[in-house]
Nanobody
Framework: QVQTVESGGGLVQPGGSLRLSCAAS????????MAWYRQAPGKQRELVAQ???????YYADSVKGRFTISRDNAKNTVYLQMNSLKPEDTAVYYC?????????WGQGTQVTVSS
């Protein structure tokens, strides 16, 4: 059973922008912090940003000032607007709660930043 579906990734040049979307199950979305994670080849999965149901937000230092997380509670959807992308942002991006629940990991969406 699919619990989260990420979309919006792609290939973009350095300095470009992408907007990721994640449709999550209602149960997950209503109870937990929602977050975006990423995993680059050969590296551990890391927390990129999180947003509480009430709106409080956290960003990793590496994306602060470039990425914006938001959520639409009516649509059970969380977004990640990524601007000024860098090659080091290349990774598979996932959404989940924070702390993450194993059963809610989806397939992720690939973001590749390259010229």
């Amino acid at each position: 059973q699919v619990q989260t579906v990420e979309s919006g990734g792609g290939l973009v040049q350095p300095g470009g922008s992408l907007r990721l979307s994640c449709a999550a199950s209602g149960r997950l979305f209503s109870i937990f912090f929602m977050a975006w994670y990423r995993q680059a080849p050969g590296k551990q999965r890391e927390l990129v940003a999180q947003i509480a149901s009430g709106g409080s937000i956290y960003y990793a230092d590496s994306v602060k000032g470039r990425f914006t997380i938001s959520r639409d509670n009516a649509k059970n959807t969380v977004y990640l607007q990524m601007n000024s992308l860098k090659p080091e942002d290349t990774a598979v991006y996932y959404c989940n709660s924070n702390p993450p629940l194993q059963e809610y990991w989806g397939q992720g969406t690939q973001v590749t930043v390259s010229s």
